[in-house]
Nanobody, 123 residues
């Protein structure tokens, strides 16, 4: 069973950048679809980005062109590079993993979750 630990969150001004990391243990990331979701206060968890086992990527419209998801299977780490951050990007960001062949934008499809890391963007 894979365990996920996120890091890299923090406070940043609008227009700034952050890189989130998701380190995995107990399993080999190459066998998993990996995704980032986020949850703002009072809102439901929403999809941000996913990278398939083959490396293909899909983004939510709200982050497309600003965020980049990548995976380093050798080091068992997934990243989310976030540029041009906006106050509306403020949320807890969660890393998720699923060991089926298909990428999904639905949170319920993912079996493994990290504890989350807070990202706060000030205006």
């Amino acid at each position: 069973q894979v365990q996920l630990v996120e890091s890299g969150g923090g406070l940043v001004q609008a227009g700034g950048s952050l890189r989130l990391s998701c380190a995995a243990s107990g399993g080999t990331l190459s066998g998993y679809v990996m995704a980032w979701f986020r949850q703002a206060p009072g809102k439901e968890r929403e999809f941000a980005a996913v990278v398939s086992r083959s490396g293909s990527r899909t983004y939510a419209d709200s982050v497309k062109g600003r965020f980049t998801i990548s995976r380093d299977n050798g080091n068992n780490v997934v990243y989310l590079q976030m540029n041009s951050l906006k106050p509306e990007d403020t949320a807890v960001y969660y890393c998720a993993a699923d060991n089926t062949p298909f990428s999904s934008e639905v949170a319920d499809d993912y079996d493994y979750w990290g504890q989350g890391t807070q990202v706060t963007v000030s205006s």
